[in-house]
T-cell receptor, first 112, second 115 residues
Framework: DAKTTQPNSMESNEEEPVHLPCNHS???????IHWYRQLPSQGPEYVIH???SNVNNRMASLAIAEDRKSSTLILHRATLRDAAVYYC?????????????FGQGTRLTINP | EAGVAQSPRYKIIEKRQSVAFWCNPI?????LYWYQQILGQGPKLLIQ????????DSQLPKDRFSAERLKGVDSTLKIQPAKLEDSAVYLC?????????????FGPGTRLTVL
C-alpha cells in the first residue's frame, strides 16, 4: 500500500478555515485519496474522497495537486465539533471492498 | 438507518483470561471488518469478511485471536488467552459492495483493558 505523510498535530480557531495537508509521493495512477476522521471516543467516519479533480461535499473540500503527490483537506469554517484525528488514506480502484490502511493521522485542535 | 452496533463498550479482564466481542453490521452490508486500535495509533485491520467467508486475515494473531461471521450477518471476535499488549479499542466496520465508493461505516468500538 502506498504511504501517506501527515503532520502529527495542527491547531486552529473556531470559525476559521483549516487546511490539513497530506503527502503521497508514491501514489499510483489508480489510487483514490480518501479522508476519514475520528472524533473522541468514536469510530472513524468517512469525510471525502477524490481521484484527480477537486471535490466538495457538505463536510469539507478536497484539493488535489496536479501531479497528485499531495492533497489538502479543507474545512471551510471549523467548529469545536471538528476537533478530531484526520486520516488521509490511499485506496485502490473502487470496485470491490477494500481494507483501509490507517497511518497516525493529524490531531486537529480547535480553539474557541 | 441504524449504524454498526458493538458490545460490550468496555471490558476489563486479567491476562490469560478469554474475552469475546460482538458486532452487528448495517443491514445488507456484505463486508465486515474488525480493526484493532492501540492508544495513539491508527486502526489496524485484523480480519475482513465477505458475507461469511474470510477475505483477509493476514494480520490476525491466529494463535490467540479467532473470528467468525455465521450466516453472513453478526460477527464475534474472540481472544484466548489475552495478553497485556491486547489492550486496545476493537472496532467493527461494515460496507456495502453496492455502494458507489465502498465507504466503511464504523461502530463505537469496544475498549479492552488487560491487567
Amino acid at each position: 500500500d502506498a504511504k501517506t505523510t501527515q503532520p502529527n498535530s495542527m491547531e486552529s480557531n473556531e470559525e476559521e478555515p483549516v487546511h490539513l495537508p497530506c503527502n503521497h509521493s508514491t501514489i499510483s495512477g489508480t489510487d483514490y485519496i480518501h479522508w476519514y476522521r475520528q472524533l473522541p471516543s468514536q469510530g472513524p467516519e468517512y469525510v471525502i474522497h477524490g481521484l484527480t479533480s477537486n471535490v466538495n461535499n457538505r463536510m469539507a473540500s478536497l484539493a488535489i495537486a496536479e501531479d497528485r503527490k499531495s492533497s489538502t483537506l479543507i474545512l471551510h469554517r471549523a467548529t469545536l465539533r471538528d476537533a478530531a484525528v484526520y486520516y488521509c488514506i490511499l485506496r485502490g480502484p473502487i470496485q470491490g471492498a477494500q481494507k483501509l490502511v490507517f497511518g497516525q493521522g493529524t490531531r486537529l485542535t480547535i480553539n474557541p | 438507518e441504524a449504524g454498526v452496533a458493538q458490545s460490550p463498550r468496555y471490558k476489563i479482564i486479567e491476562k490469560r483470561q478469554s474475552v469475546a466481542f460482538w458486532c452487528n453490521p448495517i443491514s445488507g452490508h456484505a463486508t465486515l471488518y474488525w480493526y484493532q486500535q492501540i492508544l495513539g495509533q491508527g486502526p489496524k485491520l485484523l480480519i475482513q469478511f465477505q458475507n461469511n467467508g474470510v477475505v483477509d486475515d493476514s494480520q490476525l494473531p491466529k494463535d490467540r485471536f479467532s473470528a467468525e461471521r455465521l450466516k453472513g450477518v453478526d460477527s464475534t471476535l474472540k481472544i484466548q488467552p489475552a495478553k497485556l499488549e491486547d489492550s486496545a479499542v476493537y472496532l467493527c466496520a461494515s460496507s456495502s459492495n453496492r455502494a458507489l465508493y465502498n465507504e466503511q461505516f464504523f461502530g463505537p468500538g469496544t475498549r479492552l483493558t488487560v491487567l
